[in-house]
């Protein structure tokens, strides 16, 4: 093949130190750039900022999504509609100057790439490359196949997948690259096992390898598994995995036994393939464990970057204080050191920032002096958006009584998530009807890091609701909990963990059905939140304990480190690490076994 004379190899940092190779459909590298839809991208954002921020020897892979998710555009009454996001990698990032061709569906598809860097505190850079099939000489429908993410129909996807797996690791081979660990992070990525089967195969049909060359790339590999929601594991019927794959890889994935219900699954090709699998906080390692007996699943509890995630106030202020607290998080435990009120003044800065920023965008005027809550997240029927406005009667009394509440909103339905549209125009018809002097509930449109970020920073309390057990993890409580916000959630994903109860947040009790956890979520707002906030001097103790003890902990440098000494090159053998301590806290089994059903 000839290379477009423009695209002649030229300057790439040398790559032949970096010994993990991370691959992710989506990554949040900036918020100017459209290549995440939520939480997934924004967990692997971090991830790689903390590796940026740590010298982690790590290189990353995934799409460049020329036209992003979507922006959320949202009529009067709630109805999202949906616009592109394009923009152009050629006039904003380096290429990687090399081309590598893939066969799909038995015709050559070139694949291209652009490099990110993520660049940490101390310059060290974590190069990531997005794989890009709009190239000359493509077919026009292969050259669209990078432009949405989670976009198209399972053939797209199946297409995508592959440019992702297989594209990903001819890149890092045409680079010079040679990772020890290749680290999937969910199942979109899992086909980087197949190609690495064939390079080491050199030439020899897949079909024909031994479990020993299984268990040479089994060694290499590391799998992230991200949620129980079966919607969330992607599986392909077999006949269009061997019209995109082709007959070799297909009959392979067939007798490797990577088919699940006679389907091709994700999922079951990286748990075959992986020497590690974990789940995304201590719980879900559980539900996991029970969703695939067959394999050993361990946990590593997410966290956030905190500099990504802390106001500007908060930072100035532990610049000040704590400066180390950006290459070493556990100085968070520090915060002990600083006058509350301190705490509370930075915190309050987030809130008027917040509020200036909903007026200017919105002309939607919020009062400082009222007690907030936030809502943000992906529109799904599993996360029980108006779980809050259950009882509308009763949220209106607790309004006046405390004398006032405010509820922002926020969160984008996947476009063919026609149930989840409807929650948002729920929301809507509530807030429209319940809308007073006392209580006041707003929607704000287009969820995205900028918003997430204000929000999070800037609302007195953080809300989560989802129905147990399938909030794997959650990271938004993550990043209100670093700006002194406690949360007010059911006990599901990490908040199990994070839960102290009247001092870090408030749990939402276990409930036989919505009309009890409801219940629950007043009495706390109305018996222990309100009090609480009606009192300035428990409230900033409060908000510091947020960060001493969640932000400390929660947080992606721990995480990483975590990464590396259990999954990635663990010192002690991996079958002495044990899930399940949460055991004695409260009961979970009973949804376990609900989650085992998928
Ligand atoms: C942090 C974040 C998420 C993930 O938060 P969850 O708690 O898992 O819902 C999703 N979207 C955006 C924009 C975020 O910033």
Request: proline share 5%.
């Amino acid at each position: 093949m000839t290379l477009p004379s423009a695209l002649t190899p030229s300057s790439t940092p040398d790559l032949s130190a970096r010994t993990i190779a991370y691959f992710s459909m989506e990554i949040a590298l900036s918020p100017a750039l459209p290549t995440y839809s939520g939480g997934l991208g924004m967990l692997a954002g971090d991830t790689l900022r903390s590796a940026a921020d740590t010298a982690a020897p790590m290189v990353a892979i995934s799409l460049v999504h020329r036209r992003g998710y979507f922006r959320q555009k949202l009529s009067d009454i709630g109805q999202q509609t949906e616009a592109d996001v394009p923009w152009s990698p050629e006039t904003t990032l380096p290429s990687a100057n090399r081309i590598i061709a893939l066969t799909l569906q038995s015709r050559q598809v070139l694949v291209r790439a652009w490099r990110f860097d993520v660049v940490g505190v101390t310059g060290h850079i974590i190069p990531v490359f997005l794989l890009d099939t709009d190239v000359e000489g493509n077919d026009p429908w292969d050259r669209r196949l990078t432009d949405h993410l989670y976009g198209g129909d399972t053939y797209y996807r199946l297409c995508q997948e592959t440019v992702l797996g297989l594209g990903g690791v001819a890149l890092l081979e045409a680079l010079a690259c040679r990772p020890k660990v290749y680290h999937m992070n969910e199942g979109h990525a899992a086909l980087l096992a197949i190609g690495l089967l064939e390079d080491h195969l050199a030439g020899i049909p897949l079909k024909d390898a031994t479990e020993a060359d299984i268990e040479f790339v089994r060694q290499q590999c590391v799998f992230t598994t991200h949620t129980p929601v079966p919607a969330g594991h992607d599986q392909f019927g077999v006949d269009q995995m061997y019209q995109v794959l082709g007959h070799d890889r297909g009959a392979a994935i067939e007798q490797f036994g990577c088919l699940h219900n006679s389907l091709m699954n994700m999922t079951y090709i990286a748990l075959r393939f992986s020497r590690f699998v974990n789940g995304v906080a201590m719980q879900h390692g559980k539900v996991s464990q029970q969703m695939f007996p067959g394999y050993k699943v361990y946990s590593i509890t997410n966290g956030v970057h905190a500099a990504t995630w802390l106001s500007p106030h908060f930072q100035e202020l532990l610049d000040g204080e704590i400066p180390n607290w950006r290459t070493d998080n556990q100085y968070f435990r520090s915060v002990y050191g600083i006058d509350p009120a301190r705490i509370a003044a930075a915190h309050n800065k987030g809130k008027l920032r917040l509020f200036s920023t909903i007026a200017k965008r919105t002309g939607h005027h919020f009062n400082p002096n009222v007690l907030t809550l936030g809502f943000a997240r992906r529109v799904a029927t599993y996360k029980r958006a108006s779980l809050l406005l259950h009882d509308p009667k009763r949220l209106v009394e607790i309004a006046e009584k405390i004398g006032g509440l405010q509820i922002l909103y926020a969160g984008k339905a996947h476009p063919a998530d026609t149930a989840g549209k409807g929650l948002i125009r729920d929301v809507f018809a509530s807030a429209a009807k319940l809308n007073s002097s006392a209580l006041k509930i707003y929607y704000i449109e287009n969820y995205d890091w900028e918003l997430g970020a204000l929000l999070t920073q800037g609302v007195d309390v953080w809300v989560n609701t989802p129905r147990r057990p399938y909030e794997a993890s959650g990271t938004s409580g993550m990043k209100a909990a670093l700006n002194g916000v406690p949360s007010l959630s059911i006990l599901d994903g990490w908040w199990i963990e994070g839960c102290a109860e009247n001092t870090t947040g408030w749990a939402i009790e276990n409930g036989e059905d919505e009309a009890a956890e409801a219940t629950s979520l007043y009495e706390k707002l109305e018996k222990s939140i309100a009090p609480m906030y009606a009192n300035p001097g428990a409230w900033s103790r409060m908000q510091q304990h947020c960060i001493a003890i969640n932000g400390s902990f929660f947080n992606t440098h721990r995480m990483l480190a975590q990464y590396f000494e259990n999954s990635y090159f663990p010192p002690t053998p991996l079958s002495t690490v044990q899930t399940g301590y949460l055991e004695h806290r409260r009961s979970t089994d009973t949804v376990v076994a609900e989650a085992a059903l998928v």
